[in-house]
């Protein structure tokens, strides 16, 4: 939308410590003539988000949505390239595991097409990228309370069902055996080791 940029250039003029601020989307078809309904969280996280954002593996808003810092990108580098989808949700939480605080914009600035085709309607494709998004935080410098061997054992049991439903008994038996390496067997010992 036309006043986009602007108004989060003046949001991050009214709080300068902020690293990133987003704004929300409206989900539009394919011809863009219709709203299509959105899930959202009940409150849209602000300030340090990484707890709310590892809550997840999607993002509250699009790519489009956010306008960043230009000292947080240079601090924390650019999109994984390797991943091909779910980039995004890595990078936000890069951003906040590097403690840039965000702030949000509560108005609809960007349209985002909804299309049958879209990649986030492949579940095994979203699936194996949300895995890879996981696992690529390995080293990624997370607080304590982040439990990122847990993530990963949640990814490969989602992938494993993904798996399961569409006929791959084998990779999915797999990803079930990695699940279960990854899992805390007590309270600060975990087996699966985080590089």
């Known amino acids: 939308m036309p006043t986009k940029l602007e108004k989060c250039l003046h949001r991050f003029a009214e709080q300068p410590v902020l690293g990133v601020v987003y ?16 899930e959202r969280p009940g409150t849209m996280p602000e300030g340090q ?6 809550q997840r593996t999607a993002s509250f808003f699009n790519p ?4 960043i810092r230009r000292e947080a990108v240079e601090a924390i580098g650019f999109f994984d390239e390797r991943l091909r989808a779910v ?13 840039f605080p965000f702030g949000y914009v509560p108005e609809r600035l960007v349209w985002y097409r909804d299309t049958p085709q879209s990649m986030s309607k492949d579940p095994l494709r979203m699936a194996t990228a949300r895995l890879m998004a996981v696992e690529g935080l390995r080293g990624v410098p997370l607080p304590p309370e982040i439990d990122l ?3 990963i054992a949640d990814r490969h049991h989602a992938l494993a069902m993904v798996l399961w439903e569409q006929g791959d008994r084998r990779s999915a038996r797999q990803h079930l055996a990695q699940a279960r390496v990854c899992i805390p067997r007590a309270a600060g010992a975990v087996a699966c080791s985080v590089r």
């Open 23 to 38: 704004t929300d989307y409206d989900l539009r078809s394919p011809d863009l003539s219709a709203s299509v309904p959105v």
């Open 49 to 54: 988000v990484l707890a709310a954002l590892f």
């Open 64 to 67: 489009a949505c956010p306008l």
């Open 87 to 99: 980039e995004d949700w890595q990078y936000w939480v890069r951003l906040a595991a590097g403690g």
């Open 149 to 151: 061997p847990g993530k």
